[in-house]
């Protein structure tokens, strides 16, 4: 297959646990009642199974209780070709569906999971991770397995290079290669998981939510094919080791092998998170254009927030500089800059079209750019106070519009604070 059609991290994570189908979530609904009864008995069962495999030496026998007591909890481990698991293979690698892969895979046979995530202890040990004490690099941690390995007397390593759980229908992430410079031999292990009503597993949950989840369905099967060995190639490099054992297992479970890796998952996750907040957003963040629509006289309702208040009082302060702007025209823009002086100077250089107005309330009869360009149309109309300074037209060069800019905004707020002080008296 053309890496063009290589999934997408969308297709390879689940980020809902419920159907999107009616049918399918409707059965759900009614299953619910029974769900939750199973989930309370499998619990108390849970911790009867987890006593007994605490109790009983790792064994063939302890796996077989194990196994079938594991088969109340809903819990079904099928496998196929236990011939060709080689005993003198140290190190097994695995795709990554579940958060319980490694525990499912060693009903089967003895193995161990080194711990790569997550603070040592007492959970780290009940969850069925081996403890190395390593908390460096990679280097140390592949230095640290080279040394477990080479004691013929310990268990084969299971070792999952995804290194993140995928939902196991559309492709593999890319395995990382230090698991491939432990050992000249691996044996793969193609993992697929089932289970009606919801998702295997969804992206970003925890292993505890998911435990709650696999006692409420009734059922969840595991399917363990085992395949042959697969020894490393002369003067093989450990990445294109791990590509080869990925192709290998990509064609056994029938889906593609892709570039993303783990960190991409991260990403995918923030970015969903982060959507998923949007809808959800508090009014105050709306758009700005939409609540500067909102009536002045609406501002002291108590059903809108001390934001819109504040643009209220924006629009009104602009409004008293340039009284003979509309205010929705000093809305839609201040919506833009969310500046007072912004918006002023805006107006003032003519970047904002608008129809002027006059103190009276009278509407001028001719449109304009701006209320400095209208000012001469507005002198030969309409008398302007003698304490309001006049409008300049623009100079030529750059320097001096910039001037006179700044030289009319003062004498526009020296003109409002005047004002004000005449309404106040």
Excluded at 56 to 67: C, E, F, K, M, Q
Excluded at 113 to 118: H, I, Q
Aim: with cysteine; aromatic share 8%; proline share 7%.
């Amino acid at each position: 297959m053309e890496r063009s059609a290589a999934p997408g991290p969308e297709r390879l994570f689940d980020a809902h646990r419920f159907p999107a189908g009616g049918f399918v979530l409707l059965a759900l609904l009614l299953y619910a009642p029974v769900g939750l009864c199973l989930l309370v008995l499998r619990l108390f069962i849970g911790v009867h199974v987890f006593l007994v495999s605490c109790i009983l030496p790792d064994g063939t026998l302890r796996r077989l209780i194990v196994r079938v007591m594991c088969s109340v909890l809903g819990l079904f481990v099928q496998q196929s070709g236990p011939r060709l698991r080689d005993a003198a293979v140290q190190v097994y690698i695995a795709n990554h569906v579940t958060h319980f892969d490694h525990n499912v895979i060693s009903l089967l046979t003895s193995c161990n999971t080194p711990a790569l995530n997550g603070a040592p202890g007492f959970i780290c040990w009940s969850r069925g991770f081996m403890e190395l004490g390593v908390t460096g690099s990679r280097a140390e941690l592949v230095d640290s397995l080279k040394a477990y390995s080479s004691h013929r007397g310990n268990p084969p390593l299971l070792l999952f290079p995804e290194e993140a759980a995928t939902n196991g229908r559309a492709g593999l992430l890319r395995f990382s290669s230090w698991p491939f410079s432990i050992l000249d031999v691996v044996q793969p292990v193609a993992l697929q998981v089932q289970r009606p009503l919801i998702a295997v597993s969804v992206a970003d949950s925890s292993w505890i939510t998911e435990l709650f989840w696999t006692f409420f369905v009734p059922f969840t099967v595991y399917q363990v094919r085992w395949m042959p060995s697969v020894p490393r190639r002369a003067e093989e490099l450990s990445e294109d080791f791990a590509l080869r054992v990925q192709e290998l297992l990509a064609m056994e479970l029938g889906v593609v092998s892709t570039r993303l890796t783990a960190a991409d998952k991260a990403e995918h996750m923030k970015r969903l998170r982060h959507t998923s907040h949007l809808p959800f957003a508090p009014a105050s963040s709306q758009p700005l254009a939409a609540r500067l629509r909102m009536p002045s006289s609406l501002s002291g309702i108590g059903s809108f927030a001390p934001e819109d208040t504040r643009f209220t009082t924006m629009a009104q302060q602009v409004k008293e500089v340039l009284p003979h702007v509309p205010l929705e025209v000093i809305r839609t823009d201040l919506a833009q800059t969310n500046c007072v002086d912004t918006t002023i100077a805006n107006l003032l250089e003519g970047r904002v079209p608008f129809f002027p107005e006059s103190e009276a309330g009278t509407d001028l009869p001719a449109p304009s750019t701006s209320w400095a360009a209208s000012a001469s149309g507005i002198q030969g109309s309409v008398a302007l106070p003698s304490s309001k300074p006049a409008t300049k037209q623009f100079a030529k060069s750059p320097m001096e519009r910039h001037l006179s800019l700044q030289e009319r905004k003062r004498a526009l707020y020296d003109y409002a604070r005047r004002k004000d002080a005449v309404n106040s008296g």
